[in-house]
C-alpha cells in the first residue's frame, strides 16, 4: 500500500495475520485517539500482535493494539492495550456485519498508518487457515525463496 501511495507512513504491521488467516477484503478505518497516542505513533510505537477487531452496537471497536507511552506526556498519559473506537460509516458497518455473520469470518488489523496526517488503521475480513493450509504457505514461501536465490545465480 505504501508503495502506491508515497503520502502514507506504515507504522505497524501485522505479518502474523496473513499467516493464519486468508485475508478475504481489506477496509480502512479512522481511529479515536488522544494525543499522547498519536505523538507516540508518530515514533513508531505501535504494535497489532493479539489484536482484533470487533462490532458492538453499531459501532467498531479494537481491542489488544498496543501503543507505547509517551514519555514527555506526564499525568496526561494513556493507558497502552485500550479499547479504541474506529471511524467507518454506517452502511460500511452493516455490510461488515452481515459478512462476518458468515462462518469463520474474523475481522483483523493488519497495518496501522498514517494517511494525510491522520492515524488509520487496515482492517480485513478473514478466514481462519487450517494447520494444512499452513504448511502449504511455508512450503510455497521456500520454493520462491530456493528460485530467487537460483537466480541471483
Known sequence: MAKDNPGIKIIAKNKKAFFQYEIVEKIEAGMVLTGSEVKS????HGSLADS???????????????????PPATYTN??????????????????LEGKLKQKGLTLI???????KGKAKVELALGKGKQKFDKRESIKRRETNRTIARMMKR
Open 52 to 70: 482484533y477487531a470487533v462490532i458492538k452496537s453499531g459501532e467498531v471497536f479494537l481491542h489488544h493494539a498496543h501503543i507505547a507511552q509517551y
Open 78 to 95: 494513556h493507558e497502552p492495550r485500550r479499547t479504541r473506537k474506529l471511524l467507518l460509516h454506517a452502511r460500511e458497518i452493516d455490510k
Open 41 to 44: 505513533l508518530r515514533d513508531g
Open 109 to 115: 488489523p493488519t497495518m496501522i498508518y498514517f494517511k
